[in-house]
């Protein structure tokens, strides 16, 4: 979706949220609020061997790439910036 149509969609749900009651104004809100949302900022990237602050012996950690972080923040429906 390019800029003018997700505007033009935020305009249109804004309609409907005015228009509407109970649960069906509740589902524009949230898909509004989504539409609105700030862009998910990344951390910068650095490699948790190089990193000094860590003083434990042994260290486990869950890791995922970063490509499939940023599917999974897409997915959702949120903008991401690296």
Do not use: W
Request: glycine share 4%; proline share 4%.
């Amino acid at each position: 979706m390019n800029a003018e149509e997700k505007q033009a969609l935020i305009q249109f749900l804004k309609f409907l949220v005015a228009g509407s009651a109970g649960q069906h104004k509740q589902i524009y809100e949230i898909a509004l609020a989504a539409l609105t949302a700030q862009p998910v900022k990344l951390p910068p990237r650095r490699s948790m061997l190089t990193r000094e602050d860590i003083d434990q012996d042994y260290v486990t950690c869950m890791a995922i790439s970063v490509e499939d972080a940023i599917a999974a923040i897409r997915a959702a429906g949120y903008e991401v910036q690296e």
